[in-house]
Every structure is written in C-alpha cells, then in structure tokens.
Antibody, heavy 121, light 111 residues
Framework: QVHLVQSGAEAKKPGASVKVSCKAS????????VSWVRQAPGQGLEWMGW????????NFAQRFQGRVSMTTDTSTSTAYMELRSLRSDDTAIYYC??????????????WGQGTQVTVSS | QSVLTQPPSVSAAPGQKVTISCSGS????????VSWYQKLPGTAPKLLIY???KRPSGIPDRFSGSKSGTSATLGITGLQTGDEADYYC????????????FGGGTKLTVL
C-alpha cells in the first residue's frame, strides 16, 4: 500500500526558510515523480513544482522560481521541498503528491497528509 | 484567479445527481487530459477521475467524468452526505508556467 508521510507543522518568521519532507513507502520510489501542491487558507490548490525521483530533474511554477528547491533521497525514499524568503502569504498547508508515473505528465494518485506552515512575525 | 473556471458551489439532495463543470482553453483542457480531485475537510485531496473519464481502483462508479473541447464535467449520482467536499479539476497547460493548473474548486453541499 502506498504511503506518503510528511514532516510536522512548522512556524517560521518572515524571511526564513522551511524544509518539508515526504517519506514514501509501499512502492518503487524512483519510478514515480513527486509534486508539491499547497493550499492557503480559504484558497484552492496551487501546484508548486515537480521533481524526478530518478534523476533529480525539476520543474517549478514560475511564481516560485528562485525561491524553491525540490530534492529527493532515493536511499531513504524521501522527497524534500525547501521554500526560502518566506512571506506571510506563504502560510498554507503543503502537500506532497505522487505522480502516477515517472514524469510530470501524470495525475497525482497518492497524497501526503499535509504539513501546516505558518509564517508570522 | 484560477486558470480553470469552476462554479464556486453546487448543491443537491441525497440520492440526486449533480454535475460540476470545469472550463479552460485550448492550451490546457483542449489538448490535455483532465483529472478530478475530492478534498474532504481536513484531509488530503484524493484522485477521483484521471484521463478525463477513468476511475482509480476503489472509486465507485457513482463518479464519472467527461470532456468536450475546452470543458470538462464531473458527475456524481446517488448523492450521499459523505460526498460533501470541495472538488477540483486539474490538467496541464503547455503555454505557461505553472505547468499544472487547477480550477478554483467547487463546494458540494448535499442538502
């Protein structure tokens, strides 16, 4: 059974960075890409980017370019998302989601439980 | 504003049928598969429909999807109170970044 387990809630000050982890189990990790999606309070879903778990390639939404990093560790089947220069409007629940195949062009067939990130001074 | 347009809310009585629309353009829905996700309060989204009209294993056939041109539709029959949730359409957009786009979400209320 596929499981994606994310790290716990984070509280950060504006300007800081946050790194969220997503540990996968129940499947061959390098065979499926991982995307990150967030939901701000009262808002809809917003795709942030994708990372290949086999070669480390990434694609990011333009609004996050230069501020986000997505990496993976195949030895522990864990994906990471780091967001820098945090602002108050980065307050959101951050989800990792497994793409249904190796590339970006697959829907999100399994999701982590979400990680609340709160940015406040 | 979201790239894909959904109605903010829909409602229907238990046992009835409801449809949720998702409108886009030739750069997204018109040339790519559409997926639908269900988001119950306090839980992670769940894939309901992929490739316009396919259901993952475990998704009941009360849920259906269709696509025509630059629009897609999610249908739910035999409504249950447990279907109350937010529903999001999603696809890819070849003309811009972000590559993946979602609708703004539709709140389904089962009266």
């Amino acid at each position: 059974q596929v499981h994606l387990v994310q790290s716990g809630a984070e509280a950060k000050k504006p300007g800081a960075s946050v790194k969220v982890s997503c540990k996968a189990s129940g499947y061959n990790f390098p065979s499926f890409g991982v995307s990150w999606v967030r939901q701000a309070p009262g808002q809809g879903l917003e795709w942030m980017g994708w990372t290949s778990t086999s070669n480390g390639n990434t694609n990011f939404a333009q609004r996050f370019q230069g501020r986000v990093s997505m990496t993976t560790d195949t030895s522990t089947s864990t994906a990471y998302m780091e967001l820098r220069s945090l602002r108050s409007d980065d307050t959101a629940i951050y989800y990792c989601a497994r793409n249904g195949g190796s590339s970006l062009w697959y829907p999100f067939d399994n999701w982590g439980q979400g990680t609340q990130v709160t940015v406040s001074s | 504003q979201s790239v894909l347009t959904q109605p903010p809310s829909v409602s229907a009585a238990p046992g009835q049928k409801v449809t949720i629309s998702c409108s886009g353009s030739s750069s997204n829905i018109g040339n790519n598969y559409v997926s639908w996700y269900q988001k119950l309060p306090g839980t992670a989204p769940k894939l309901l429909i992929y490739e316009n009209n396919k259901r993952p294993s475990g998704i009941p056939d009360r849920f259906s999807g269709s696509k025509s041109g630059t629009s897609a539709t999610l249908g739910i029959t035999g409504l249950q109170t447990g279907d109350e949730a937010d529903y999001y359409c999603g696809t890819w957009d070849g003309s811009l970044s972000p590559y993946v786009v979602f609708g703004g979400g539709t709140k389904l209320t089962v009266l």
